[in-house]
């Protein structure tokens, strides 16, 4: 039961994925001659054996990732920070392109882009505070639509009188 929880999702991004891949290759190719762009010959598979042992520790990542999720081994988290470890040894030691400016620079991009994320979940996280202090979900249910509509308004327009319509912070509300 466990196994089918975690296999299922897996299972249900495969169609999409194959369907958006065959799309977009459709897309690229009507554009390509569209545009007249020029079409390369084949390398060989000599060529293409080469590209793909040089690319297998970047994809490693997602086998371990999603190998080790599946297997049972590791939890979705631990498999995620696993991965991520893995990715950045594969790209020091193997395809020796992360110096240290660049490692700072992604690092500094990451914890701005979480700061902002962070940020909104904040945000998000006290105005629903606020819309439940103020039973704001019950008043559809309690007056009708028309009442919500009403009630809401004194909050756009003058925000000094919405203090009254507000039960959890009106001077009158009972404690």
């Known amino acids: 039961m466990g196994l089918a929880l975690l296999f299922g999702p897996f ?3 495969i169609v999409p994925g ?9 897309v690229a ?11 390369e010959t084949f390398p060989g598979f000599r060529s293409l054996a080469i590209s793909t042992v040089v690319a297998l520790p970047g994809l490693m ?19 995620g920070a696993f991965g991520a470890i893995w990715a950045v040894l594969a790209t020091i030691f193997v395809y020796r392109e992360l110096t240290w400016d660049k ?16 940020l909104l979940v904040a945000t998000a996280s ?4 606020l819309l439940a ?8 249910a309690g007056a009708g639509l ?8 004194p909050i756009l327009a003058r925000p000094a009188r919405a203090r009254s319509w507000c039960p959890a912070i009106s001077p009158t509300a009972r404690r």
Request: charged share 10%.
């Open 61 to 79: 990542t997602a086998v371990i990732i999603v190998g080790g999720v599946l297997s049972g081994v590791m939890t979705v988290t631990e498999s």
């Open 29 to 39: 190719y009507v554009i390509a001659i569209k545009r007249g762009f020029p079409a």
């Open 103 to 118: 490692f700072r620079a992604a690092v500094v991009t990451s914890v701005r882009t979480t700061t902002l994320v962070m």
């Open 126 to 129: 006290a105005f629903s505070y």
């Open 133 to 140: 202090l103020c039973r704001v979900p019950a008043l559809p």
């Open 146 to 153: 028309r009442s919500c509509a009403c009630r809401t308004w």
């Open 18 to 26: 194959v369907m958006m891949c065959i799309c977009l290759g459709i």
């Open 11 to 13: 299972i249900a991004g």
